[in-house]
């Protein structure tokens, strides 16, 4: 009876533990916050930003069935609007081609040195954001960038 009992028990543990996996993540991997990056002199001044989900990250429009798959929205400051791509309302092309790396286009910042918030969003194959809990899954990093200077 004891071990039916602890056996019934290590099972609700681990069905506990597995839904908690459950809900979608995301987090940035590379820059860590606080980094400070040197801009390159390319006129888009790009960096790569590495993010990590437990979601399939595939571009948009490619997941199908699958519940659990969706592509990562970038904006660079999202407070404001001063780093946005012309004719779009974020700073990535992650949407349109998946996976875990991202550009983030500092070029197009109307002060591109100094402090930034990077700032990531979870979506699913129709643009909407992954929510939890009614919030949807995101992520910020605060960065320094500095221009590279000429040699």
């Known amino acids: 009876m004891l071990r039916k009992l602890l056996f019934i028990s290590a ?5 506990a533990e597995v839904q908690a996996e459950e809900f979608p ?14 801009l390159g002199d390319d006129p888009e001044m790009v960096i790569g930003v590495v993010v ?19 592509h990562v929205h970038m904006k660079i400051d999202p407070e404001g609007n001063d ?3 012309p004719d779009r309302n974020y700073n990535s092309m992650n949407s349109d081609f998946g996976g875990d790396l991202l550009k983030a286009r500092f070029g197009h910042c109307a ?5 930034h918030v990077i700032g990531v969003l979870l979506a699913d194959d129709r643009h909407q954001p992954v929510l939890v809990d ?5 992520a910020l990093v605060t960065v320094e960038t500095k221009v590279a200077t000429t040699r």
């Open 25 to 38: 993540s995301l987090e940035v991997v590379w820059p860590q916050d606080g980094t400070v990056i040197e």
């Open 111 to 115: 002060n591109p040195e100094g402090p």
């Open 83 to 85: 780093c946005d791509i």
């Open 52 to 70: 990590k989900s437990n979601f399939a990250l595939l571009p948009a429009g490619q997941c199908g069935d699958n519940p659990r798959c969706g």
């Open 134 to 138: 009614g919030k949807p899954v995101t």
């Open 11 to 15: 099972l609700c543990l681990m069905s």
